[in-house]
């Protein structure tokens, strides 16, 4: 990009930026924002003479005008922070995001890379599941697809913090919410034990009245974001109300494995309950992102690696001590 041009004619609007008192409460509101991406394709986005674009860039969509958009956000923060003491000016966000400084084109670069560590987490699960749970027992499936659900949410994860469009967004917490749901869903069926059994016809029958319920939660929640309303507000709240039921099944159910078998290892559902709430409490300490790279978010992201670890190897522990105590009883 022609930076060079771009800063000089921006000269004379930060000189009268320096008397101005009113700030506006979002980035891209700012005058000087928007004279800035304004000049900016001027400079550079003429259909005649474009300002090339390296190739891992435009791979990822990246066009003349959101890379004026990306410089010029860079540009009048730098500018504000420089003015002003940051205490006086925080960073502002653009489009609802923070300015992040983006890594071979990627956007949100530590999200991305959390993302894909989650991702491993849930592919090394589905490895254990397969390897260390015989075929034979009723809950394997739902631990498969469970991993399943897991990696396709973290691509699509991926995806969006790679790059943000309305797709990916939409993509990302569409996938987001099957996780979540499909964390409650198979809880109850391990808690009282819902898989398909010879013999227990109640239970099949309870297992697929439940199965048609989460199902038609799930396309309600996916309809009203889509055709009525795309609600930030409801969205949160349904992804943290369905996963405090879940939550609170599993604690409950550690709880009494615990005591019945006395095995330090069961109550590693309480822990990655306990561990997945702290770490959700970065999500509420919003803050500008340090190096312009690492935000709460993306350290959100990094808090639940561990968790998932974990809850794979509880989930094979906990279905070995079942098929032998199933054993002992026969």
Not at 214 to 220: F, P, V
């Amino acid at each position: 990009m022609k930076i060079r041009l771009v800063w000089q004619k921006l000269a004379l609007v930060w000189f009268l930026c320096l008397s101005d008192v009113a700030r506006a409460s979002l980035g891209d509101r700012l005058p000087e924002f928007k004279l800035c991406v304004e000049i900016c394709k001027q400079t550079n986005c003429s259909p005649s003479n474009p300002t090339p674009i390296p190739l891992h860039r435009r791979l990822l969509l990246w066009n003349c005008g959101s890379e004026c958009d990306y410089t010029c956000q860079h540009i009048t923060t730098h500018a504000r922070q420089t003015r002003d003491p940051p205490y006086l000016t925080p960073v502002p966000q653009y489009h609802g995001k923070w300015p992040f400084y983006r890594f071979l084109g990627l956007q949100e670069p530590f999200s991305v890379l959390f993302s894909l560590l989650n991702y491993w987490a849930h592919a090394w699960g589905l490895t254990q599941v397969r390897e260390r749970i015989p075929r034979s027992y009723g809950m394997r499936p739902y631990y498969i697809v469970f991993a399943y659900v897991g990696m396709t949410s973290w691509v699509a994860s991926m995806v969006f913090h790679a790059r943000d469009f309305k797709i990916t967004e939409r993509v990302d917490y569409f996938a987001a919410a099957a996780n979540v749901l499909y964390g409650l869903f198979y809880a109850p069926i391990r808690v009282w034990r819902l898989d398909h059994r010879p013999g227990t016809p109640r239970k099949r029958s309870l297992r697929r009245v439940w199965t048609v319920l989460c199902a038609l939660l799930y396309l309600l929640h996916v309809g009203y974001l889509s055709l009525w309303r795309w609600d930030y507000t409801y969205n949160m709240a349904a992804n943290v109300g369905v996963g405090v039921v879940a939550n609170v099944l599993w604690t409950g159910f550690s709880v009494v494995q615990y005591r019945r078998i006395g095995r330090t290892w069961a109550v590693w559902p309480g822990v990655c309950v306990a561990w997945i709430v702290m770490a959700m409490g970065l999500e509420l300490l919003d803050f500008a992102p340090w190096g312009g790279m690492v935000d709460a978010h993306c350290l959100w992201h990094l808090g639940t690696v561990v968790p998932t670890v974990l809850w794979y190897n509880f989930l094979v522990r906990d279905a070995q001590e079942d098929i032998a105590g199933t054993r002992l009883k026969d």
